[in-house]
């Protein structure tokens, strides 16, 4: 199958912390990245997205990194927050018009 | 504006019974997908339809049957359930170049 892995399945911060959350994608490829955000019973929530052609894109709290030499995707959440704890996907896509490829997740815990 | 809505939100099946899972989006979106997760296995495509009318399969297709009679909604539908079919569903939509908007999900048990 695809292979849009996350490195750890965990990950335990506490509030205030810098969070890294890491991903390898498969497809050298891919031409677009996006980070969501699934908080329990709920849906997948759009984080931010980069396209194959940046390196870095920020958004309010997030940055994303995108590493294409070692096809490696990441997400910064500065000042970590207890409402930030939830499973974090990262998804790629090969091409345009094609449906995205997601991740296993990362569990992001954020204690007091 | 409500996005993308799914129904119903919960259900639970006997094993060879049918149902249709309904996705509406008012968002004139032309692509819209249905995906299952299960514990551990991230999400994976079912079916996927790039306009209305058009349907395709995607990486797990057995067992589902999808229709887009008009582009508004993505209709899954189990023919003959199984346990194996006990999952959470989503669905979600978007135009051709940007990020998904999710559905909240649909949680069927097959017992």
């Known amino acids: 199958g695809e292979n849009v892995g996350l490195h750890l399945p965990t990950l335990s911060v506490q509030e205030g912390d810098n969070s890294i959350i890491n991903c390898a994608y498969s497809n050298s490829a891919s031409d677009y990245f996006i980070w969501y955000k699934q908080e329990s019973g709920k849906g997948p929530q759009f984080i931010i997205d980069?396209?194959?052609?940046?390196d870095k894109r920020q958004g309010q709290r997030v940055t994303v990194l995108l590493n294409k030499t070692v096809k490696h995707l990441s997400l910064q959440i500065a000042a970590t927050q207890p409402g930030d704890s939830a499973v974090y996907f990262c998804a790629e896509r090969k091409q345009a018009g094609t449906a995205l490829i997601f991740g296993k997740g990362t569990t992001l815990s954020v204690s007091s | 504006n409500a996005g993308v809505t799914q129904t119903p939100k919960f259900r639970v099946l006997k094993t060879g019974q049918s149902m249709t899972l309904l996705c509406a989006q008012d968002?004139?979106?032309?692509?819209m997908y249905w995906y299952r997760q299960d514990p551990g296995m991230g999400l994976r495509l079912i079916h996927y339809?790039?306009?209305?009318?058009?349907?395709a399969k995607g990486e797990v297709p057995d067992g589902y049957n999808v229709s887009r009679l008009k582009k508004q909604n993505f209709l899954l539908g189990l023919e003959s359930a199984a346990p194996s079919q006990t999952s959470v569903y989503f669905c979600?939509?978007?135009?051709?170049?940007?990020?998904?908007?999710f559905g909240s999900g649909t949680r069927l048990t097959v017992v």
């Open positions: 968002m004139n979106h032309e692509y």
């Open positions: 979600a939509s978007n135009r051709e170049r940007d990020g998904y908007t």
């Open positions: 980069i396209r194959s052609n940046m």
């Open positions: 339809s790039v306009g209305e009318g058009t349907t």
